[in-house]
Nanobody, 123 residues
Framework: HVQLVESGGGSVEVGGSLRPSCVAS????????MRWFRQAPGKEREGVAT????????DYADSVKGRFTISQDGAENTVYLQMNSLKPEDTGMYYC?????????????????WGQGTQVTVF
């Protein structure tokens, strides 16, 4: 069973930066695809950044392109989300998730492992 633990959220002024991290209990390369999601109160959960761990390929939601960067440290089994130029609309609970073995990164239902979330508030 894979466990994901996020940390590094917080409160920051508009224009500031945060760098949440997600530590996996399994080697990140074995998780093949990891994604940061966020959910604001009253809104649907949104995928914001994805990394294919074997290739390092990344993908971003239009709302965060140019401001957020997802990266990994395989030695530490950690995935990061560098968030710059933060806006009030970036406020929400941020979760990292990984696809289950054999899953498809393009299928939301295949994200079988989830962390508990870390709160980001931009004021």
């Amino acid at each position: 069973h894979v466990q994901l633990v996020e940390s590094g959220g917080g409160s920051v002024e508009v224009g500031g930066s945060l760098r949440p991290s997600c530590v996996a209990s399994a080697h990140s390369f074995s998780l093949r695809c990891m994604r940061w999601f966020r959910q604001a109160p009253g809104k649907e959960r949104e995928g914001v950044a994805t990394i294919t761990t074997g290739t390092g390929n990344t993908d971003y939601a239009d709302s965060v392109k140019g401001r957020f960067t997802i990266s990994q440290d395989g030695a530490e089994n950690t995935v990061y989300l560098q968030m710059n130029s933060l806006k009030p609309e970036d406020t929400g609970m941020y979760y990292c998730a990984a696809i289950r073995p054999g899953g498809n990164c393009g299928s939301l239902g295949d994200f079988g492992y989830w962390g508990q979330g870390t709160q980001v508030t931009v004021f």
